[in-house]
């Protein structure tokens, strides 16, 4: 079983549309997060939620809203796609042992046109 | 936030031993160092974590200066499916928890 799941794996979307990424964990794990990683290959933190409650905001546009529906899930929900928003997004997910080793999930290629 | 310095790449022979340096000067006392790699089209994957003693796992070790300014990730026998980008990261202990993640040093694995 995938530790960290992501759909789609794909994403391609015109200028201004509305789209969602999932994500589900089935690690039992507390906290989720979602990243960023643009043409560059630099990855950057965008969310992060612990028991559903949101963590962390880095400075992300308010297009970006992630919803929490359970521990196991954090979706993102992106408005209104601008060509900037073309990248790779990742979810990871960490527990609460001592390591705080993050799993990531296998990532989502959005490509606005 | 805590930075560190990685080189861009490196190359090695297969079945070979690595040593991947990291440089951070600035690492606070309560930083601790975390390793993780990119397998192209991948994400990213845990490898290995320290404090200030050296650490072993399965996948690798790591050795920690003294002075903390510094470590290395060592891979004691590189294979082809070694090929990745290392990320040698300081882990934020405040909120969150959340990984800085920089350029790291994509390595290269001849056979």
């Known amino acids: 079983d995938t530790a960290v799941s992501q759909t789609p794996k794909y994403l391609v979307t015109q200028m201004g549309n509305d789209k969602s990424i999932k994500c589900e964990q089935n690690l039992g794990h507390d906290t989720m997060y979602w990243y960023k990683q643009d043409s560059k290959k630099f990855l950057k933190i965008m969310f992060s939620?612990?028991?559903?409650?949101?963590?962390i905001n880095e400075t992300v546009p308010n297009r970006f809203s992630p919803k929490s529906p359970d521990k196991a899930h954090l979706n993102l929900h992106i408005n209104s796609l601008e060509l900037g928003d073309s990248a790779v997004y990742f979810c990871?997910?960490?527990?609460?042992?001592?390591?705080?080793?993050?799993?990531f999930g296998p990532g989502t290629r959005l490509t606005v046109t | 936030d805590a930075k560190t310095t990685q080189p861009n790449s490196m190359e090695s022979n297969e079945e070979e031993p690595v040593h991947l340096p990291c440089n951070h000067s600035t690492i606070s006392g309560t930083d601790y160092i975390h390793w993780y790699r990119q397998l192209p089209s991948q994400g990213p994957e845990y490898v290995i974590h320290?404090?200030?003693s050296n650490v072993n796992n399965r996948m690798a070790s790591l050795a920690i200066a003294e002075d903390r300014k510094s470590s290395t990730l060592i891979l004691h026998r590189a294979t082809l499916r070694d090929a990745a980008v290392y990320y040698c990261i300081l882990r934020d202990s405040g909120a969150g928890n959340m990984l800085t993640f920089g350029g790291g040093t994509r390595l290269m694995v001849k056979p």
């Open positions: 320290g404090l200030t």
């Open positions: 990871a997910s960490r527990g609460t042992s001592g390591s705080y080793e993050q799993y």
């Open positions: 939620y612990n028991n559903k409650e949101l963590i």
